[in-house]
């Protein structure tokens, strides 16, 4: 199972979608719900923009879904127009996490939300990688014998 | 998604809150049959093709509601993922004790027809002999875990409870062996 992982970011961005632009947090949020759904049913994440129309890639491991009403028949149904909104995440294989990034609206400000991710990308990959070297130093020094000397 | 999003939402969000809990639930079964799809690496054109419709059809299946689907449509969507479903009937407010005692029952009547196997097949029967033995440790392993597991509360208030299980690890049941899996396909279905 999938573990999902909200940055401050986007609970900050959560609680103003909620308020200023509820339908369009309704769209991505149920896209996003179907995205993690098919990681569960053993998804990988990058065959999911070519399987999934709503979900894009968005470069250096960041992906993310649009607001379309794909999978919320409500929103269909009242016809409501929304504007462009995309929410941002990033699937770690290694550790079976997604972490929930951001939500951004208008294109200027996408550039930014899309920068700030690749940030976080980078720096999370920085600390899994000395997290993974940090384990191995300890099971080499776990394994090797006591009369082996230092 | 639901659970982040009711714990993430403020108290007078509550109404956004329920508008995607509502729609996350009206297609807990679609859900599935998108997810299964995704995760087959298959297309809606590939199983619009095995369908024998056109893929906006397929389209429009995948974004309805439960309701709205159609058991052909649910069982052609499944085959043309090489999948058969299967119905289960349960009570409303079924419990997971309930769960486990129908799941325990299921387990019972799949074990009456490898029996039966077995006495046909002498080959297999062999095959079925060996995998029991893992089978019966994994279980109890597993079982002994979950009582082990149990908070001290538990243990107390019922003292034929306390098992402890020394350098044992739990693993998930055996892989069943080539001949039993040959004889299993085999075998007339109920």
Redesign the interface.
């Known amino acids: 199972m999938w573990t999902?992982t909200?940055t401050d970011d986007?609970?900050r961005a959560?609680?103003w979608y909620?308020?200023k632009r509820?339908n369009e947090?309704?769209g991505v949020?149920?896209n996003?719900?179907?995205y993690?759904?098919?990681l569960?049913?053993?998804?990988n994440p990058t065959?999911?923009i070519?399987?999934?129309s709503f979900v894009h890639n968005e470069r250096e491991g960041v992906y993310a879904v649009d607001q379309r009403?794909?999978?919320?028949?409500?929103?269909?149904r009242r016809k409501v127009k929304l504007a462009e909104t995309r929410l941002y995440f990033y699937p770690e294989v290694e550790t079976h996490t997604v972490f929930?990034l951001t939500i951004g609206d208008k294109k200027e400000q996408r550039r930014r939300d899309v920068n700030e991710c690749h940030q976080f990308v980078r720096q999370r990959r920085e600390e899994l990688k000395n997290e993974i070297d940090k384990q191995e130093i300890q099971q080499r020094e776990g394994t090797r014998s006591p009369d082996s000397g230092p | 998604m639901r659970e982040l999003v009711r714990q993430t939402a403020d108290h007078e969000d509550s109404d956004v809150v329920s508008a995607i809990e509502e729609c996350i639930s009206q297609r807990e079964i679609i859900g599935h049959l998108v997810a299964l799809r995704a995760a087959r690496g298959k297309s809606q054109k590939d199983i619009a093709d095995a369908m024998q419709c056109t893929q906006s059809r397929i389209s429009k299946l995948e974004s309805g509601a439960d309701h709205d689907l159609s058991l052909g449509d649910l069982h052609g969507y499944l085959n043309a993922l090489g999948l058969t479903p299967r119905l289960v009937v349960a009570k409303s407010d079924q419990t997971i004790v309930d769960e486990i005692k129908f799941l325990w029952s299921c387990l019972g009547q799949e074990l009456h027809r490898l029996l039966a196997l077995a006495h046909d097949d002498p080959e297999a029967a062999v095959g079925i002999g060996q995998w029991s033995n893992e089978l019966t440790q994994n279980y109890m392993l597993q079982l002994m875990g979950f009582v082990g597991r149990l908070p001290e509360v538990a243990k107390a208030k019922t003292p034929h409870l306390r098992m402890t299980i020394q350098d044992a690890k739990e693993e998930p049941a055996g892989k069943i062996p080539a001949t039993i899996r040959r004889s299993r396909a085999a075998a007339p279905s109920r």
Do not use: I, S, W
């Open positions: 999902e909200p986007y609970e959560q609680k909620a308020k509820p947090l309704l949020a149920t996003f719900h179907q993690v759904m098919a569960n049913a053993g998804a065959d999911l070519h399987r999934l009403p794909l999978n919320c028949p409500d929103l269909r929930v």
